[in-house]
């Protein structure tokens, strides 16, 4: 069965600093692995995606996400975090395939501290 | 317009009421989703709509009534909900048909539902 963990339930970094918020996956098969970022009060907004190809995925707001798979590890990462970086944070895969079916991780939430 | 609009934002009701909660889009998207999430705690699925018909009901008591009027809307009537039921309530769509890999969701801001 398809399954991602986050070990993390809350991540806390100093402004400026570099961040990473942890997701570790269990598939059958390539991989297909998602960030969505969650800010207070509103739905989730897509981050990246990978599907196939490079390592390294690069999404919005300055995030990327680095694939290994010897370690099933999908974490996500930022150079410089901001104050407004603060929200919960997603991993999730897609159950079975399809996308209709997207299984989320139980959330990391990111507080930067100014 | 790249954005999913749910109405309305808040809603409190009580056990014996019927109200519903409605969904729209307008990027020509052709799958759109209920999803449930409590506090701190990820989304889980309820409801699947491709193509205006329905396609996946994860096993979500009858008290949740969706519809898919058209293309672009998504109602959830809600009637005899529990306490238990207060949540976010999210709904998002995606361009395809809700099957092809590495579709992102596009999701609404949520409707925030307080059963008394």
């Known amino acids: 069965a398809q399954s991602v963990a986050q070990p993390e339930d809350q991540v806390k970094v100093a402004e400026g600093n570099p961040l990473t918020v942890k997701c570790t996956y269990s598939?059958?098969?390539?991989?297909?692995l998602f960030w969505y970022v969650q800010y207070p009060n509103r739905g989730l907004q897509f981050l990246l995606k990978?599907?196939?190809?490079?390592?390294l995925v690069k999404g919005s707001y300055g995030f990327e996400a680095e694939f290994n798979k010897s370690q099933t590890s999908f974490h996500l990462k930022k150079p410089s975090a901001l104050v407004s970086d603060s929200a919960l944070y997603f991993c999730?895969?897609?159950?079975?395939?399809?996308?209709?079916?997207?299984?989320f991780g139980t959330g990391t939430l990111l507080a930067v501290q100014p | 317009d790249t954005e999913v609009t749910q109405t309305p934002k808040h809603l409190v009701m009580g056990m014996t009421n019927k109200k519903s909660l409605k969904c729209e889009q307008h990027?020509?998207?052709?799958?759109m989703y209920w999803y449930k999430q409590k506090a701190k705690k990820p989304p889980e699925l309820m409801f699947v709509?491709?193509?205006?018909?329905?396609?996946i009901n994860e096993s979500v008591p009858s008290r949740f009534s969706p519809e898919c009027p058209n293309s672009s809307l998504l109602n959830l009537h809600l009637h005899a909900l529990q306490p238990e039921d207060s949540a976010l309530y999210l709904c998002?769509?995606?361009?395809?048909?809700?099957?092809?890999?590495?579709?992102?969701?596009?999701f609404g801001s949520g409707t925030q539902l307080s059963v008394l």
């Open positions: 998002a769509s995606s361009q395809a048909d809700g099957r092809q890999l590495g579709e992102k969701l596009f």
């Open positions: 598939v059958s098969g390539n991989p297909y």
């Open positions: 990978y599907i196939t190809g490079d390592n």
């Open positions: 999730a895969v897609p159950r079975g395939g399809a996308t209709n079916k997207l299984i």
């Open positions: 990027m020509g998207h052709r799958a």
């Open positions: 709509y491709s193509y205006e018909k329905l396609s």
